[in-house]
């Protein structure tokens, strides 16, 4: 059973930073694509960033330049610099494998709370 486990979450002043990491094994780690969600109350599950395989990265428009998403052989991380009120959301960790366009395989986290106070 694949698991994605998210730790780093908490409360913050606004101008603060945070560090976001997911645990997944090596074998999902090197050939998934691996993102992070995030969920506000009364909201949808939005993507905030996502890193391939190969190491290209994507950002939500709202978070360019503030957040920044990372990978080693053990983790995926996610940096968040000058946090706002509204990046207060659960943040989830994914893992997508795709194929010829269709998704295979989508793991998620189990979500970590990140609240910012203003």
């Known amino acids: 059973q694949v698991q994605l486990v998210e730790s780093g979450g908490g409360l913050v002043q606004t101008g603060g930073s945070l560090r976001l990491s997911c645990a997944a094994s090596?074998?999902?780690?090197?050939?998934?694509?691996m993102g992070w969600y995030r969920q506000a109350p009364g909201k949808q599950r939005e993507l905030v960033a996502h890193?391939?395989?190969?190491?290209s990265t994507n950002y939500a428009d709202d978070v360019k330049g503030r957040f920044t998403i990372s990978r080693d052989n053990a983790k995926v991380y996610l940096q968040m610099n000058s946090l706002k009120p509204e990046d207060t959301a659960v943040y989830y960790c994914n893992g997508r494998l795709k194929a010829f366009g269709n998704i295979v395989n989508d793991y998620w986290g189990q979500g970590t709370q990140v609240t910012v106070s203003s």
């Open positions: 890193i391939t395989s190969g190491g």
């Open positions: 090596r074998s999902i780690l090197s050939t998934y694509t």
